[in-house]
């Protein structure tokens, strides 16, 4: 059964030509969205997706771009669509995104809203242990990558496949481990398109991979500047805001 994959943003955090970098994905009748980020719903909106046809949302680390637009969703699902949905959460960023990120909004006392769970169905992912997300034929497995240091943060591992980035630091030896020993078939990663890649990616670092590695790469979470290096990504690809990938 294959997997689509929807980017409703591809752009980076300072981005304000393009929404931030979430994805939908859908496998076995379930829809699954990476992370969501302040334009998520925006997206969504613009690409006439109803909140209703989400079941879930899997977070990859605590950045706005990748959760700020988590309460929206929570009161949209409470109050509009009276609804639960699964929110895939590793389990180092349970408490911090409720403490750090959602309480001071959804906390409800009087209500009975005192934590994620009252909003959510609350799965918590350990890494590297593909979890099924809707059986045997929709898995995703938790990569630790580095990020921002001293804060947990997750790459992803799709039906043992497609690895997703999310954001993360350049790690060539990572890459080439899934291509060449976990029989991934497509890349997508962040990119940088300035010097130095301090948290991100760059993409004078991506260029430096082997070129069959780069022809499995899609470039996603970059710059209003993309036009700019249209023909300047080697064998690699800019990946398109709304288009759907099938692998």
Not at 8 to 29: D, M, P
Not at 56 to 78: C, K, N, P, S
């Amino acid at each position: 059964m294959s997997l689509h994959l929807q980017m409703i943003g591809t752009g980076s955090a300072f981005s304000k030509k393009y929404y931030n970098n979430n994805a939908l994905l859908r496998c076995n009748g379930f829809t699954l969205m990476i992370d969501c980020g302040v334009t998520a719903t925006r997206a969504l909106d613009a690409l006439k997706i109803d909140l209703g046809q989400l079941d879930g949302v899997l977070i990859t680390h605590i950045h706005a771009d990748h959760v700020g637009g988590l309460e929206e969703i929570a009161f949209q699902l409470l109050y509009v669509f009276r609804r639960r949905i699964k929110l895939l959460v590793p389990s180092l960023l349970k408490e911090t995104l409720w403490i750090h990120t959602l309480k001071g909004g959804l906390e409800n006392k009087e209500e009975g809203f005192c934590s994620l769970d009252d909003y959510f169905d609350v799965v918590v992912l350990e890494p590297h242990v593909p979890f099924p997300i809707a059986g045997r034929e929709f898995t995703v497995e938790l990569v630790p990558t580095r990020h921002i240091p001293n804060k947990p943060s997750y790459s992803l591992y799709l039906n043992g496949k497609v690895f997703y980035s999310s954001d993360a630091r350049f790690d060539p030896a990572l890459l080439a481990d899934f291509h060449r020993n976990r029989g991934c078939e497509a890349i997508l990663h962040d990119c940088q398109l300035f010097e130095p890649g301090t948290v991100h990616a760059s993409l004078a670092e991506l260029l430096t991979l082997p070129e069959d590695i780069q022809r499995k790469v899609l470039l996603m979470h970059y710059g209003d500047n993309k036009e700019e290096f249209e023909g300047k990504t080697g064998a690699m690809t800019f990946i398109e805001q709304g288009k759907i990938y099938r692998f």
